[in-house]
DNA sequence: CCATAGGGCACCGATTCGGTCCCATTTCGT
DNA sequence: ACGAAATGGGACCGAATCGGTGCCCTATGG
């Protein structure tokens, strides 16, 4: 249903909670997930992904735990959403190699796809971690506008 | 990934086939299915659901066939998501529907994923099946630039 | 040297997806 | 009136994905 996986919204509570804390200090899985209200072993394996994907620096060993590898307005949900489930793509079509598809004749799909998929990736592409972190208390205005 | 499944891409291919003829004669789904390139069981179950839900009519019995039930710029491509998977929402959170999110504390992401799903689905909104049916001719150039 | 915390991965049950098939019903043509 | 041609509505099945847990390893601070 043009949806993302749960796992993918766990990741962008996670990332926003450790984005509204301060930058330079670690937070350990445990905290996190107490803080997101997930299980340990699901915010653990996410925070893992992550840091693997670049988007968290991890410090390991006792009082270790994680911090965002670059500032909140560098990252966007987009890069989020790439890091949990991949390449954004609404279809095989519209992803971005040349892969050619198989509908010849019918293909104008296609070119369609790719320009929904487009306006898809620009929506996300445009928000950012710092907005999402601060939409708590301010940015309510931001949202009273549509946004395509 | 945030895609959308085959059978809802299939689905907006018969529909932009079905749209590039004329809009009184019916088609039926065998003559549909060899043109899409797709099984025939395939494309007759899709036809059937599209049709269930309203965006095609259809005439049963011998020379029977499908025909939109409304003119092609009045179907968008967001239509023809939602019959074929249900209410557009990138997570249960991001529903229309004010259901309760489970995580307090932390939902300012909530509101943003609204945001953001707002964003997917406005764009999807603004395509409609005359576009893309016209798109095998035209609408070539508007392909030009690259995506991400 | 040990408790703490992340790294990696295997694993499992449940759900969804892609696809096929069957049978009932409708309708045109002869 | 009858039969071929089409749609209508499901049931059904194998495969893939999803959500979630657990285990064992390595690193590190006290």
Redesign the interface.
């Known amino acids: 249903?043009?949806?993302?996986t749960?796992q993918t919204?766990y990741a962008?509570?996670l990332m926003?909670?450790i984005a509204a804390s301060e930058p330079s200090e670690v937070q350990s899985a445990t905290e996190l997930a107490e803080?997101?209200?997930l299980p340990l072993p699901m915010a653990g394996k996410i925070l893992k992904l992550l840091g693997r994907e670049g988007l968290l620096v991890s410090q390991r060993g006792a009082a270790g735990g994680y911090r965002l590898a670059q500032g909140a307005s560098e990252t966007t949900?987009a890069d989020i959403?790439r890091a949990m489930?991949?390449?954004?793509?609404?279809?095989?079509?519209s992803s971005?190699s040349g892969a050619v598809c198989?509908?010849?004749?019918?293909?104008?799909?296609c070119?369609?796809?790719?320009?929904?998929?487009?306006?898809?990736?620009d929506?996300?592409?445009?928000?950012t971690l710092a907005?999402?972190?601060?939409?708590?208390h301010e940015a309510?205005e931001a949202?009273s506008e549509?946004?395509?």
């Not at 249903?1 to 993302?4: E, K, S, T, Y």
């Not at 489930?85 to 079509?93: H, K, M, N, Q, R």
Request: charged share 30%; glycine share 4%; proline share 5%.
């Open positions: 249903m043009i949806r993302l749960k919204d962008l509570v926003t909670l803080r997101a209200r949900v959403i489930e991949g390449p954004i793509a609404l279809t095989d079509c971005d198989s509908l010849e004749e019918s293909c104008p799909t070119s369609t796809l790719r320009r929904v998929n487009r306006a898809v990736n929506a996300l592409e445009a928000i907005e999402m972190a601060g939409a708590k309510r949202l549509p946004i395509a």
